[in-house]
C-alpha cells in the first residue's frame, strides 16, 4: 500500500492531470482505482467529493483510506496504465464558493457573538452549519447581509482565534485579579484593532474598569489601548487592543464597496474601514467642514489624499472643484495636470496649487468675495442652498441672461495650516472663519490640516465652525483635547488609525491607503478626458496691504473698508489704530495703512504719538460731501 500524492493542495486551480495506475480492484461498487497521483479531492471535513473522468471513464465518487486517494468507477482500468484525470470544474467551483461562504459566515458569527462553528455538511443546493448558540431570525438576516457585503467587496476575511481566546483570558484574568467580575466578553475584530466589549457584573462601577487601563495594557504587552466606558447605545465596557498582524485598509476595497458604489450623498468621503469592517462614508455637505490633525508620519497627508480620491471618483468636474493650499510645496503638486477639469484659481495665478502665503491671503479673501456673490444669486433666486439652485437651474426655471449660472461646489483644503498661521496670522485667519460660518449654504467647504493641533493655531473661533474633527496619533494628550476636546488621539497606533467625529460620538476608523504612483495614475487618466479650455476662476480680489503708497483720492487702491471707517471715526469722535483693529479685526499693518488713508483725505489729523489723532470732520453731512467730490 503507498500514499497517493495530493495534487489538489498543490494547486487547487489544477483541472486535468495525468497519473499512473497502481491498483485496480473489484468491489460492490464496481472498480477501486488507486493512482500515484491524484487532483480528486476526497469526501470530508463536510465537503463532498470531486467528479469527472478517468481516460473518459466516470468517475462516481471519490474516498481517502489509509492515506489512499480511491476512485470508484463502474469499468476496470489497466494497471501499470497511464490515465488521464479531469475534474468537473463547474462542480468544484462551486463547491469551493460554497466552502468559502461557509468560513465567511462563521468567522462574522465569530465575530459578532463569540459562537463557534462545531460542524458541517454541504450538499449540491444546502449547506448545514452547527455553531455552538443559537442565533434568532434577526441576527441571521444581519449576517446575511454582512456576508454578502464580503463578497460583494471581495475583501478578505480572516479570525485569529489564538489570539482572541488569549487576549480574552488575559482580560478575565486581569479584572479578576482587581476584584472585578464580569459575566460576558465578546470581540469584534477590525484591520489594526479588536474591539472586546465586556459586560460587567451587577455593582461593579465602570470606574474602576476605566482606571485599570495601564494594567490591562501591561497584561496583554499591547500598546494604543483604549477603554471606552461605556460604550453609547450599549450595556458594555469596550477595550480596543491593537492587533498583532495588522491589515492595510486598500483605497479600492472602499471605493468597490457596495455602499460607496450606491452611497447618494452629495460630497461623499470614503475615509476607511471601522472596527468592525464596515466601510466607513460621510458626507462632507453636512459636516460641513472638517479639521484635521495629527503628528508628523502617522497618516494625515494620505487621509487627505484618499477624501481627494473619493470625490474625484464621484463627482463631474461641472459639479466640483478644489483649491489645494500646500505651504509644503510637494503634497498637493501631483493634483496640478487636473487644473482644467477640478481646480479653480485667481485670475492672475500662475498655478493652480497655492504654495504662497500671499496668494492665500487673496484667493480666501476671493471665496469669501465669491461667497457673497452666490448668496445673491440664491436671493434672487428665491432659494435656500446650492442644491435647490442648481436643481432650479438644470430644469431651466432660471434664466442665465439674468445673471444665473450652475454653480459647482468648492472644496478648500489646506495643509499645514500651522505654517500659514506663523506667516499670516489673522489675516488668514479672518476669511477663513468668515468662511466656516456663512458658506455652507453656498457649497463652499473647508478641509484644515495640522501637524500640533495647539490653541494658538486652532483658536476658538476656528473650532467652533469645524464640528467634524479627524484625529490622527498625536503624541500628548493636551494635542487630543485640543481637537477633540477629549483624550484618545494620543493612545492610536498610527499608520492610519485615527478617530472621526462629526459633533457626536467618536469612531475609531483604519484609514484607507492610496499611495503616490496610485494618485498620479488617477490624475494623468483624469487630465487625458476632455477638460475645460482655463481652470474655475474666482472673483479678483485686490489686496489693500499692497497699497503702500496709497493715499485717500487713490479709488482704485483705496481700502474697502475705507468710507465705513470714516463715518464710524467722525460719528464717535475718536480716531486711532488700535480702535480699528479692533472694530473690523483686521491687522496692525492694515490699519495703519487705512489710517494713512484716512489723514491724506483730511479726515483724521496727524499722529500725535499715544494721543488720538483729531477727527477734521465734524459731522456726517460733510463726511458724505467730502467723500462724494473724492469720487
Request: aromatic residues 6%.
Amino acid at each position: 500500500m503507498s500514499e497517493t500524492r495530493k495534487l489538489y493542495y498543490e494547486d487547487v486551480y489544477k483541472k486535468e492531470f495525468t497519473a499512473k495506475v497502481l491498483e485496480c480492484r473489484k468491489c460492490e461498487k464496481g472498480f477501486e482505482i488507486i493512482l500515484d497521483q491524484s487532483a480528486f479531492y476526497p469526501e470530508g471535513g463536510g465537503q463532498p467529493c470531486d467528479l469527472g473522468t478517468l481516460n473518459g471513464i466516470a468517475v462516481l465518487d471519490v474516498q481517502e483510506k489509509d492515506r489512499e486517494i480511491v476512485h470508484y468507477t463502474k469499468e476496470a482500468v489497466e494497471a501499470g496504465s497511464e490515465v488521464i484525470g479531469k475534474i468537473d470544474w463547474d462542480r468544484r467551483f462551486d463547491l469551493m464558493q460554497q466552502h468559502s461562504g461557509e468560513h465567511i459566515v462563521s468567522g462574522l458569527v465569530h465575530e459578532a457573538y463569540g459562537y463557534d462553528n462545531v460542524g458541517f455538511h454541504m450538499s449540491s443546493d444546502v449547506i448545514t452549519v452547527d455553531l455552538s448558540g443559537v442565533l434568532t431570525e434577526a441576527q441571521l438576516a444581519e449576517i446575511e447581509a454582512e456576508t454578502n457585503q464580503k463578497i460583494w467587496e471581495n475583501s478578505e476575511v480572516e479570525i485569529n482565534m489564538e489570539e482572541q481566546s488569549a487576549n480574552k483570558k488575559l482580560i478575565t484574568e486581569t479584572l479578576k485579579n482587581y476584584n472585578i467580575e464580569i459575566s460576558s466578553i465578546t470581540a469584534t475584530v477590525g484591520p489594526t484593532v479588536t474591539l472586546y466589549e465586556i459586560k460587567p457584573a451587577p455593582g461593579v462601577r465602570i470606574a474602576r474598569i476605566k482606571s485599570l487601563e495601564n494594567d490591562i495594557a501591561l497584561s496583554l504587552s499591547a500598546l494604543g489601548i483604549r477603554i471606552i466606558a461605556p460604550i453609547p447605545g450599549k450595556g458594555t465596557v469596550g477595550i480596543e487592543v491593537p492587533n498583532k498582524d495588522p491589515k492595510m485598509v486598500s483605497m479600492y476595497s472602499v471605493l468597490a464597496s457596495k455602499k460607496f458604489q450606491e452611497c447618494k450623498y452629495e460630497l461623499p468621503l470614503a475615509l476607511g474601514k471601522s472596527i468592525t469592517n464596515e466601510v466607513c462614508i460621510a458626507d462632507l455637505c453636512k459636516m460641513p467642514h472638517i479639521l484635521v490633525a495629527g503628528a508628523t508620519g502617522q497618516g494625515k497627508s494620505v487621509g487627505l489624499n484618499a477624501i481627494i480620491t473619493s470625490l474625484l471618483y464621484k463627482k463631474h468636474p461641472a459639479q466640483l472643484k478644489f483649491v489645494l493650499v500646500d505651504p509644503k510645496m510637494v503634497e498637493f503638486s501631483i493634483y496640478s495636470v487636473i487644473e482644467r477639469h477640478f481646480m479653480a484659481k485667481l485670475p492672475d495665478a500662475e498655478k493652480s496649487v497655492i504654495t504662497d502665503s500671499d496668494k492665500v491671503i487673496a484667493t480666501l479673501n476671493s471665496l469669501c468675495i465669491e461667497m457673497d456673490n452666490r448668496y445673491a444669486l440664491l436671493a434672487k433666486a428665491n432659494v435656500r442652498t446650492i442644491k435647490e439652485y442648481n436643481e432650479e437651474f438644470i430644469h431651466r426655471k432660471l434664466n442665465p441672461n439674468n445673471g444665473h449660472k450652475f454653480m459647482p461646489y468648492i472644496v478648500v483644503i489646506i495643509d499645514e495650516f500651522a505654517d500659514l498661521i506663523m506667516m499670516a496670522g489673522r489675516d488668514v485667519e479672518m476669511p477663513i472663519a468668515r468662511i466656516a460660518q456663512k458658506a455652507r449654504a453656498v457649497g463652499i467647504h473647508m478641509i484644515i490640516a495640522t501637524q500640533r493641533p495647539s490653541t494658538t493655531v486652532i483658536t476658538g473661533n476656528i473650532k467652533a465652525n469645524f464640528p467634524a474633527r479627524i484625529a490622527f496619533r498625536v503624541m500628548q494628550m493636551v494635542d487630543s483635547r485640543t481637537i477633540l476636546d477629549a483624550p484618545g488621539a494620543n493612545q492610536l497606533i498610527g499608520r492610519g488609525d485615527m478617530l472621526f467625529t462629526e459633533g457626536g460620538d467618536l469612531k475609531r476608523i483604519q484609514c484607507a491607503f492610496i499611495d503616490t504612483p496610485e494618485v498620479k495614475r488617477i490624475c494623468e487618466y483624469i487630465s487625458k478626458q476632455q477638460g475645460y479650455p482655463e481652470p474655475y476662476e474666482l472673483p479678483e480680489y485686490k489686496n489693500p496691504d499692497s497699497d503702500a503708497g496709497s493715499n485717500g483720492n487713490d479709488v482704485i487702491n483705496r481700502d474697502p473698508l475705507f468710507e465705513e471707517a470714516a463715518k464710524m471715526i467722525v460719528v464717535s469722535g475718536q480716531a486711532s489704530t488700535s480702535s480699528l483693529q479692533r472694530r473690523y479685526s483686521i491687522g496692525y499693518n492694515r490699519a495703519g495703512r487705512l489710517m494713512d488713508q484716512l489723514e491724506a483725505a483730511g479726515i483724521v489729523g496727524p499722529s500725535e504719538g499715544g494721543k488720538p489723532r483729531q477727527v477734521l470732520i465734524v459731522d456726517i453731512m460733510a463726511l458724505e460731501n467730502k467723500l462724494e467730490l473724492m469720487k
